[in-house]
Structures are given as structure tokens and as C-alpha cells.
């Protein structure tokens, strides 16, 4: 059965922290991961990863894929109270399968 | 970047009432449109995938009588909520793939719309 595993389900952490999000998969035909951000409406695009070893950036965020032992990593530095949210992680195949999220709050 | 956008954003309804939404991809064509539903505090569920021209292909547990799509336009995909119940109140969430670049690959992306929010009294 195709599953989408992230972890951990919940973080809290101070600002200033770095943190670390992980997701697993386990999916056939795999396409690429897609890492979205979920504030109050529709998640935002954040990365879409499709090759091994690759780290993408933007800013204080970024996130690599291992397809080889089928997981990605979120890693959000110097984090800020604009950070909390909840992380979605999506594996694309014949269709989009979400992981059941991260909630990170970051308390000032 | 590209656009999609939900109408309504806010729907009440009566039990029994139906209700659609629209997803339209404003700025580029989607053969493929997805239809998510979100209750609180989890994650989105795929309920089913509209295809331009053919019929939509539901997840098992959706009924598809009930969750009517139409996929009738490269830019326009309906979602029509028959005879609505409490228990279908939710936030119901479409998105369109697009190929192209994102994040500087090429592949296809999910772009979202900013979802509908349902209440049914």
C-alpha cells in the first residue's frame, strides 16, 4: 500500500532553533516529493525535489531527498514566529499522496 | 506564478441543499484538476482526480453520487456537494497540475486554490 509518513507530528520549538522535518515514503513509480506549507487556508509550494542528493534552497529553508532510502528531510534555521505552520509533504506518482503533516509552533 | 482560484470561499447551506464549487486555473491549462477535503487539524485527503473530457476517478470511500466533478474546460473543474449533510461540512481544497518549471526542475506541480469552506446546517 502507498504511504506518505512524516515526522514528527508535532514540534515546538524557540525562536532562533533549527529544525528538522522528516517524511518517508513508500510508493510505486515515484515522480517526485513536494514540501508545501499550510498556515489557516490552502497549502503553499515550497520545494519540488526529484533527484537524489540535490539540496534545494530558499532562504532559511531547504530540503534534499534520499531515493535510495526513500525519504526527505525539511531543515528551517533560524527559525521565526512566521515559521509556525503546518509542514505537508507530497509524494507525486499517478496521482499526489499527502503525509499526514508536521505542526511546528515556534514560541518567541 | 501560477493561479488558481476556488468560488465560493464561504458557503452555509441547509441539510439537503446542494452546493458547488469551481476551481478554475486562471492562468494555464490543467487537464488534470484534484479535489481534497481537509477536516481540522489534519491533513488533506484526495477525494477524487478530474480529468478534462472523461470522467473523474474517485478514492475508494468517496461516492461518487454524492460528489459530483465535472471536468468540462481546461480551466474550469466543478465539485457539487447532492444533497448536503451536516457531516459534509469541511474545507474542500482543489488543485491543478501544471507542467513546467517549479522550483527550477521541470515536472508537474500541484498548485492550489485557496479552498472553500463548507458549513451545512
Known amino acids: 500500500e502507498d504511504k506518505v509518513v512524516q515526522s514528527p507530528l508535532s514540534l515546538v520549538v524557540h525562536e532562533g532553533d533549527t529544525v528538522t522535518l522528516n517524511c518517508s515514503y513508500e510508493v510505486t513509480n515515484f515522480r517526485s516529493l513536494l514540501w508545501y506549507k499550510q498556515e489557516k487556508k490552502a497549502p503553499t509550494f515550497l520545494f519540488m525535489l526529484?533527484?537524489?542528493?540535490i539540496e534545494k534552497k530558499s532562504g532559511r529553508l531547504s530540503s534534499i531527498l534520499d531515493k535510495k532510502e526513500l525519504f526527505s528531510i525539511l531543515n528551517i534555521t533560524a527559525t521565526q514566529t512566521g515559521d509556525s505552520a503546518v509542514y505537508l509533504c507530497?509524494?507525486?506518482?499517478?496521482?499526489?499522496?499527502f503525509g499526514t503533516g508536521t505542526r511546528l509552533t515556534i514560541i518567541p | 506564478g501560477a493561479v488558481v482560484s476556488q468560488h465560493p470561499s464561504w458557503v452555509i447551506c441547509k441539510s439537503g441543499t446542494s452546493v458547488k464549487i469551481e476551481c478554475r486555473s486562471l492562468?494555464?491549462?490543467?487537464?488534470?484538476m484534484f479535489w481534497y477535503r481537509q477536516f481540522p487539524k489534519q491533513s488533506l485527503m484526495l477525494m477524487a482526480t478530474?480529468?478534462?473530457?472523461?470522467?473523474?476517478?474517485?478514492e475508494q470511500g468517496v461516492e461518487k453520487d454524492k460528489f459530483l466533478i465535472n471536468h468540462a474546460s481546461l480551466t474550469l473543474s466543478t465539485l457539487t456537494v447532492t444533497s448536503a449533510h451536516p457531516e459534509d461540512s469541511s474545507f474542500y481544497i482543489c488543485?491543478?497540475?501544471?507542467?513546467?518549471?517549479?522550483?527550477?526542475?521541470?515536472?508537474?506541480?500541484?498548485?492550489f486554490g485557496p479552498g472553500t469552506r463548507l458549513l451545512v446546517l
Open positions: 507530497a509524494v507525486q506518482y499517478e496521482k499526489l499522496t
Open positions: 526529484t533527484s537524489s542528493g
Open positions: 492562468d494555464f491549462q490543467a487537464t488534470t
Open positions: 478530474s480529468n478534462e473530457g472523461s470522467k473523474a476517478t474517485y
Open positions: 488543485s491543478a497540475m501544471r507542467f513546467g518549471l517549479a522550483g527550477g526542475q521541470r515536472g508537474e506541480t500541484q498548485y
